[in-house]
């Protein structure tokens, strides 16, 4: 897959997510995840995965087949294949979740329901990341994604 999505975020943080695996976020406080151990708790679950930029602004996320040399890779889970990319603060949460409307910052892509290795690179404002189907099916952070 190669595709590009424009993103701005006023979180430093870009979101990666199937919303059927944060369901039971929806009725959380909408910044839930800005406390570090329930954005790490939902990772190492493999429901989310939220990178954290390092400033507000404009990005340009490139999905890659491969992206060569990459700085990490993280488990993800996607039950239901419909996957979004966005902004940090348009993940589920505050009776609300991402849609095709004009507020988000994102879009949604498709992938085969299943497990996957989401690996990851930032070089200036643009975001490399890729999906292959992955082996393993937790992580094991003991902090957030900071790149």
């Excluded at 006023?10 to 910044?31: C, E, F, Q, W």
């Excluded at 940090?88 to 910052?105: K, M, R």
């Excluded at 892509?109 to 937790?138: C, M, N, Q, R, W």
Aim: proline letters at 3%; a negative charge; glycine letters at 10%.
């Amino acid at each position: 897959m190669n595709k590009s999505i424009n993103i701005q975020t006023d979180t430093a943080t870009l979101v990666i997510y199937d919303l059927m695996s944060l369901k039971h976020r929806i009725n959380d406080d909408a910044d839930w995840w800005s406390l570090p151990e329930d954005e790490v708790e939902e990772i190492n679950k493999g429901n989310v995965l939220f990178l954290n930029l390092g400033d507000d602004g404009n990005y340009k996320v490139d999905i890659k087949s491969d992206i060569g040399e990459y700085t990490g890779s993280l488990f993800l889970n996607v039950p239901t294949g419909k996957v979004f990319i966005g902004a940090g603060e348009d993940v589920t949460g505050g009776d609300l979740e991402p849609d095709d409307s004009d507020a988000i910052s994102g879009e949604f892509i498709t992938l085969e329901p299943g497990s996957y290795e989401v690996k990851y690179k930032k070089h200036g404002s643009d975001v490399l990341i890729s999906f292959t189907k992955a082996t393993f099916t937790e992580n094991s952070l003991e902090e957030g994604v900071y790149l």
